[in-house]
């Protein structure tokens, strides 16, 4: 696989959420259609708005995903979520009035979408998963395995 990796500096809560849909449209324009994507936390609400602005997503990997647990990434692509109930930062986001974020990264996602796949981490914090590297290589082996499954299922 080719990586690309979008990168932005930690910007706090206020400019995080008037920066958002920006790096989102200027992020979907980068992505190549029928890629994988990994996100954590704030990541994983700018992908969900990527997917919004028509970027095109084989699969998704939301990683303690700053999300709302109602949500997922619009498309044909499979998504893994990642959750950890001691995820702190993430508790309270489902307060904040008028934004996508929530706290599907404590609790994973609750919708009814077949697509997506739950996998609890315990009681590891919002982070704790970049702590790990064998833990690491396990969600990539997930996401390349549900990748090849769904484009098989396809064919």
Same mark, same amino acid.
């Given at each position: 696989?080719?990586? #690309? +990796?979008?990168?932005?500096?930690? /910007? %706090?809560?206020?400019?995080?959420?008037?920066?958002?849909?920006? @790096? &989102?449209?200027?992020?979907?324009?980068? #992505? +190549?259609?029928?890629?994988?994507? /990994? %996100?954590?936390?704030?990541?994983?609400?700018?992908?969900?708005? @990527? &997917?919004?602005?028509?970027?095109?997503?084989?699969?998704?990997?939301?990683?303690?995903?700053?999300?709302?647990?109602?949500?997922?990434?619009?498309?044909?692509?499979?998504?893994?979520?990642w959750h950890?109930?001691?995820?702190?930062?993430?508790?309270?986001?489902?307060?904040?009035?008028?934004?996508?974020?929530?706290?599907?990264?404590?609790?994973?996602?609750?919708?009814?979408?077949?697509?997506?796949?739950?996998?609890?981490l315990g009681?590891?914090?919002?982070?704790?998963?970049?702590?790990?590297?064998?833990?690491?290589?396990?969600?990539?082996?997930?996401?390349?395995?549900?990748?090849?499954?769904?484009?098989?299922?396809?064919?």
């Amino acid at each position: 696989y080719d990586v #690309i +990796e979008l990168d932005y500096p930690w /910007f %706090g809560r206020v400019k995080t959420r008037l920066c958002n849909k920006a @790096m &989102a449209q200027v992020a979907a324009a980068a #992505i +190549e259609p029928g890629s994988m994507i /990994f %996100g954590h936390s704030n990541g994983c609400a700018v992908i969900y708005m @990527m &997917a919004k602005h028509g970027a095109d997503f084989s699969h998704a990997t939301l990683l303690n995903p700053a999300l709302d647990a109602r949500k997922t990434i619009q498309g044909d692509c499979t998504v893994d979520v990642w959750h950890a109930e001691n995820d702190a930062p993430v508790r309270l986001a489902k307060y904040i009035p008028y934004s996508p974020w929530g706290d599907q990264g404590r609790i994973g996602y609750q919708g009814e979408d077949k697509r997506v796949q739950n996998y609890p981490l315990g009681k590891m914090g919002h982070s704790g998963v970049f702590k790990n590297n064998d833990l690491l290589t396990r969600i990539v082996m997930v996401a390349h395995n549900r990748r090849v499954a769904a484009e098989a299922a396809a064919h």
